[in-house]
């Protein structure tokens, strides 16, 4: 009955090993200077948007989320120089001279989100109708215009793209972000899908061998792309050759596999698995090497409990290797029997074709048959302990919400939303803050630049109303994010946007 729910939520996601090839040597990847450039100032497009322009601030009287996991300050006064965080100080103490100070009181700031599951696309099914059928091809248009601009809005300030289906208009989309031209976060472009023969999505490269699987790895650094993703019908060999070539550059691999397990995965060096425990499939019934399993991974998660010998030597691995794992439950969540449809302050966002679909689907999810919601309500319950008890071991648990045709999950939204899913999942507000704020810096080789508060720091934050730290949905109350210590309205970018998500 699971495949019934995992064929709904695929559509959503970008649903002995032969010699690799070898290739010559190259300089790696300066990982900071790629994706944390100088900041630019905003140029004509980006103006409208900025509520504090660059200079001297003082952030008073705001309670600071400092991103490592401990507890809340109140009452502190955050000082901002240019792009900078100079200071943080008990309110009480003084204002320098020629700083701007900005009363924030019931106000909570927080460090940027740094996104590490965050599409610039959505997915189209052409002529979807009530009962989930639609017709072929599957698309995949991309968001340009809409994307950026709603996770900026929401407080992501450094997102990796997690797969690209056009790397092209990533990269020069980052490039106009880093000149100042458009709005939008700081990007780690991820390279095109690494998937093997047999994808749903015509819009993919269909991987050969394993010297393809390298060729392609070496051009798309050479265009500046700065991780890759394995995805779902990679053979081991493929794998093996991609996650060396990438290596070879300093870039890191992540994957959302099927054909190939998670131990399989570790074994030839990937960096990190996306999706949490959903998509593993090394107990699928009847699975075969290099092949992707009729279950997909359900039957794996529904044997894995935390507590089985299977998960505990699988998290033991993980962890062993340093194997980060993609925390992504905002697009599992029609598993979760708390589900419910989306505020009409999201709906709003949504094209008038992206919000049908999205009611299509829900309407679906409500109709499932008693025994299909318990077994959904026990997978889901199983994910969320296994992202517990994976993170209790010592292993790097990361977050993003895998924003996809689904459509109950948007840029930016899903990110706090995702946050939101890890407190219900048992961690602490400031737990689940840090997973998706410093936990992404250190996987992306950049906590000494961005993912807390501290001095010395880029000044990339997010103000809210509220206290996060005691009620995690106040991680939604968004009013202005800074990104190299530019203020930018929160209200004025969702505004820009409103009815255009699912349309470009």
Same mark, same amino acid.
């Given at each position: 009955m699971l495949r019934t729910m995992r064929s709904t939520i695929a559509a959503a996601l970008f649903v002995a090993v032969t010699p690799s090839f070898v290739g010559p040597a190259f300089a790696k990847v300066d990982m900071a200077a790629r994706i944390l450039p100088p900041p630019a100032a905003p140029g004509k497009a980006v103006t409208p948007f900025v509520a504090v322009p660059a200079g001297k601030i003082a952030l008073t009287h705001v309670r600071v989320i400092d991103g490592t996991g401990t507890a809340a300050q109140a009452d502190q006064t955050v000082l901002i120089d240019g792009a900078k965080i100079i200071a943080v100080q008990a309110s009480g103490d003084p204002v320098p001279a020629g700083y701007r100070a900005i009363d924030l009181t019931g106000r909570s700031v927080l460090p940027g989100i740094v996104g590490m599951h965050d599409h610039q696309y959505y997915i189209a099914r052409p002529n979807l109708q009530p009962d989930g059928r639609g017709d072929d091809p599957v698309m995949v248009p991309q968001m340009t215009f809409s994307s950026p601009r709603l996770y900026l809005a929401m407080g992501v300030t450094t997102l990796r793209t997690a797969g690209s289906v056009e790397p092209y208009t990533d990269l020069n989309m980052k490039r106009s972000i880093d000149a100042g031209t458009l709005p939008g976060p700081h990007m780690d472009v991820t390279g095109p899908y690494l998937e093997g023969a047999g994808s749903p999505f015509i819009q993919m490269h269909?991987?050969?061998?394993?010297?393809?699987?390298?060729?392609?790895?070496?051009?798309?650094?050479?265009?500046?792309?700065?991780?890759?993703?394995?995805?779902? @019908?990679?053979?081991?060999?493929?794998?093996?050759?991609?996650?060396?070539?990438?290596?070879?550059?300093?870039?890191?691999?992540?994957?959302? *596999?099927?054909?190939?397990?998670?131990? !399989?995965?570790?074994?030839?060096?990937?960096?990190?698995?996306e999706h949490g425990f959903w998509v593993n499939t090394q107990l699928d019934p009847g699975k075969t090497p290099d092949?992707?399993?009729?279950?997909?991974?359900?039957?794996?998660?529904?044997?894995?409990?935390?507590?089985?010998?299977? %998960?505990?030597?699988?998290?033991?691995? *993980?962890? %062993?290797?340093?194997?980060?794992?993609?925390?992504?439950?905002?697009?599992?969540?029609?598993?979760?029997?708390?589900?419910?449809?989306?505020?009409?302050? &999201? *709906?709003?966002?949504?094209?008038? !074709?992206?919000?049908?679909?999205?009611?299509?689907?829900?309407?679906?999810?409500? &109709?499932?048959?008693? &025994?299909?919601?318990? !077994?959904?309500?026990?997978?889901?319950? @199983?994910? *969320?302990?296994?992202?517990?008890?994976?993170?209790?071991?010592?292993?790097?648990?990361?977050?993003?919400?895998?924003?996809?045709?689904?459509?109950?999950?948007?840029?930016?939204?899903?990110?706090?939303? !995702?946050?939101?899913?890890?407190?219900?999942?048992?961690?602490?507000?400031?737990?689940?803050?840090?997973?998706?704020?410093?936990?992404?810096?250190?996987?992306?080789?950049?906590? %000494?630049?961005?993912?807390?508060?501290?001095?010395?720091?880029?000044?990339?934050?997010?103000?809210?109303?509220?206290?996060?730290?005691?009620?995690?949905?106040?991680?939604?109350?968004?009013?202005t994010v800074f990104k190299d210590g530019v203020g930018y309205d929160s209200a004025k970018l969702l505004g820009s946007v409103r009815g255009r998500y699912g349309a470009y």
């Open positions: 269909q991987l050969a061998d394993a010297a393809d699987a390298a060729r392609t790895v070496e051009f798309w650094a050479d265009q500046g792309v700065t991780s890759f993703k394995a995805y779902m @019908n990679i053979t081991r060999a493929e794998l093996k050759a991609a996650v060396e070539a990438a290596h070879a550059r300093g870039i890191k691999v992540t994957g959302h *596999l099927c054909s190939v397990t998670y131990p !399989e995965a570790i074994a030839v060096g990937i960096d990190d698995l092949v992707c399993s009729a279950d997909r991974g359900d039957a794996t998660l529904a044997a894995m409990t935390p507590d089985s010998a299977a %998960a505990k030597a699988l998290i033991a691995s *993980l962890v %062993a290797h340093k194997v980060a794992i993609t925390s992504t439950l905002p697009v599992f969540e029609t598993a979760s029997p708390k589900y419910r449809t989306l505020p009409a302050r &999201q *709906l709003d966002l949504l094209s008038v !074709e992206a919000r049908t679909d999205y009611l299509y689907n829900r309407n679906r999810s409500l &109709q499932y048959p008693p &025994q299909l919601k318990a !077994e959904l309500a026990t997978a889901w319950t @199983n994910a *969320l302990a296994l992202e517990r008890a994976f993170v209790a071991a010592g292993g790097l648990l990361i977050a993003g919400p895998d924003p996809t045709g689904a459509g109950n999950v948007l840029p930016g939204f899903g990110d706090s939303h !995702e946050i939101e899913l890890l407190v219900e999942a048992g961690f602490a507000p400031v737990e689940a803050i840090k997973i998706a704020t410093l936990n992404g810096a250190t996987y992306l080789g950049l906590a %000494a630049q961005i993912g807390s508060i501290a001095p010395g720091k880029n000044a990339d934050l997010l103000i809210v109303r509220g206290d996060p730290s005691v009620k995690i949905g106040d991680i939604a109350n968004v009013e």
